[in-house]
């Protein structure tokens, strides 16, 4: 069986989730410690020492994107047929990875904000919270008239969910784009996300702070 290695606090596992949850896989759930995921046993099978992680028999595979396009591609479903659409899916997703990721995630304006106050760097908090406006913006004209960011429901969206999610509630991304707010509307109304939403302690906790 599919194992999935997770971290409560960990909004890369909440995109894995979704995904195992969209494909209707069943899988054993380790729940990992901070600590655990910097020891050298994970370490040893994972050298990024980060969760997301999956073994699926031989195969110990890290890192969210690689794990969607596996999951995705094995199982024939969530990435479009269609090259065009699929070339749009590659794009949002390298966006996602390589531009929002780095600006709102851990080592960007969310990693900044939860340091304690003293310790932050107002100097690089100002720079990110301004990155962020325009990634939010970015974001938006990417998406544009359609209804998913490659027209159709794929793991890009998937990928895309759990900083964009949080950013909007975290009011980081400013004025942010009407299409935006209602592609996420859409995505949080899904049984899939809201059912991994539930199995966090962090997300339940914000959706109880929201209520
Ligand atoms: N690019 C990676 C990022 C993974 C990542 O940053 N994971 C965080 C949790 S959200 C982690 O494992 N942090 C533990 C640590 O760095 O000690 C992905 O998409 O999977």
């Known amino acids: 069986m599919l194992t999935l290695f997770d971290f409560d606090a960990s909004p890369n596992c909440l995109k894995t989730k979704i995904l195992l ?3 209707g896989l069943t899988y054993e759930q380790r729940d990992m410690t901070r600590p655990e995921l910097r020891g ?9 020492g980060q969760s997301p992680a999956i073994r699926d ?10 794990i969607a396009l596996y999951l995705a591609q094995q199982h024939g479903r969530l990435i479009p047929e269609d090259s065009r659409r699929r070339a749009l899916m590659y794009q949002a997703m390298f966006v996602e990875a390589s531009l929002l990721a780095p600006t709102v ?5 969310f990693g900044e904000l ?7 760097n107002a100097a690089r908090l ?6 962020a406006v325009r990634v939010g913006q970015i974001l938006g004209e990417l998406l544009g008239d359609k209804a998913y960011f490659a027209e159709e429901l794929s793991i890009a969206d998937i990928q895309m969910y759990s900083a964009v999610s949080k950013s909007l509630a975290g ?4 004025a942010a784009p009407q299409n935006l707010v209602a592609w996420c509307e859409r995505m ?8 991994a939403r539930e199995e966090y302690v962090h997300y339940r906790a914000s959706a109880e702070a929201a209520a």
């Open 57 to 66: 028999g031989e195969l110990l595979l890290a890192e969210s994107g690689a």
């Open 188 to 195: 949080t109304a899904r049984p899939s996300v809201k059912a």
């Open 40 to 48: 050298p046993e994970y370490r040893a099978s994972f050298p990024t």
């Open 126 to 131: 100002a720079e990110l919270r301004e990155k």
């Open 21 to 23: 949850k969209e494909l």
């Open 105 to 109: 995630g851990g080592q960007g304006l």
């Open 114 to 120: 939860y340091k304690p106050e003293a310790e932050r």
């Open 171 to 174: 009011g980081v991304f400013g």
